[in-house]
């Protein structure tokens, strides 16, 4: 099982990237939180989980350890696969995540897209004890760096609709934003998101 990687950061997108490592490309599913403390290029070296199902081998690579483990522990809940469970780090940082579980906060849990109400009481209910003895809790995690400021409306689209929300309701959201070119792709996408939660 490959438990981490070190190499070139040759592609970046919202939800994936493709690491070299000896000349071998290895893509990498992420959550948003490591999309944005990757750089755009250079050697990475990234936590990762893998996931092996009958049709395939999946690889999902993550900034922290404490990212990783979270969701190794979300995979660990019944009817909870590696999409939602990254969808779950993409919408909640690693700390908010462990704090919402640890304090039994399904409400809060359940303003996650996809995440019902009966989901998130499954989470708090098989995961509330098991976060606590988590090793690289909320202190532990990094925060990412803020990415350079550029237009990124149209990477802003793509990751809500990637996330799941509609693509005219995420329009509407990021047309109603007050921003502007030099805005950070992190601070367009909390924003929307604090309108589509609504």
Known sequence: MIAVLNGQLIHKSISQIILDVGGVGY???IPLSTYYA???EGLV???VHTHVREDALLLFGFWSSSEKELFGLLLSVSGVGPKV???ILSHMPAAELHQALSQGNA???ATVPGIGKKTAERLVLELRDKVTSLAGSAAGSKTPPVPAPCDFRDDALSALVNLGYK???SRKALD???LDAGTPLEEILKQALKILMR
Do not use: T, W
Request: hydrophobic residues 45%.
């Open 38 to 40: 990757l750089p755009d």
């Open 45 to 47: 070296r990234l936590q």
């Open 107 to 109: 409400k809060q849990l």
């Open 176 to 178: 109603s934003l007050d």
């Open 85 to 87: 469970a990254l969808n």
């Open 167 to 169: 693509e005219n309701l």
């Open 27 to 29: 893509r990498l599913l």
